[in-house]
């Protein structure tokens, strides 16, 4: 049984920092492409970024891009999303999940890609 524990969410004032974490249980985090979204109230879930199979690139998205970063500890089966400079926008549910299939190549444009979803990490974002 697969499953995928996200932890790490918490409050933060704008500026601040936070490392998620997403435990894998059930699949070699190696093996497969490792993604995470958010969900913010109201609003509908988007990508953040993904830590492809293998060696393979991360991939943030533009409004993350020179504040959060993505990796990859394959010893501790666990993925992580560091997020620095916090803003206010940032403030939602952080989910992770992992690619259907090996992807050496990830993207969280195609969130159908993904399952194996987690429960989720509230981040909030005080300005």
């Known amino acids: 049984q697969v499953q995928l524990v996200e932890s790490g969410g918490g409050l933060v004032q704008a500026g601040g920092s936070l490392r998620l974490s997403c435990v894998a249980s059930?699949?070699?985090?190696?093996?497969?492409?490792i993604g995470w979204f958010r969900q913010a109230t109201g609003k509908e879930r988007e990508g953040v970024g993904c830590?492809?199979?293998?060696?393979?690139?991360?991939e943030v998205v533009d409004s993350a891009k020179g504040r959060f970063t993505i990796s990859r500890d394959s010893a501790r089966n666990t993925v992580f999303l560091q997020m620095n400079n916090l803003e206010p926008e940032d403030t939602a549910v952080y989910y992770c999940?992992?690619?259907?299939?090996?992807?050496?190549?990830?993207?969280?444009?195609?969130?159908?890609?993904?399952?194996?979803w987690g429960q989720g990490t509230p981040v909030t974002v005080s300005s």
């Open positions: 059930g699949i070699a985090v190696d093996y497969y492409a």
């Open positions: 999940a992992r690619t259907k299939y090996p992807m050496i190549l990830c993207s969280v444009a195609y969130p159908t890609m993904f399952e194996d």
């Open positions: 830590v492809s199979s293998s060696n393979g690139p991360t």
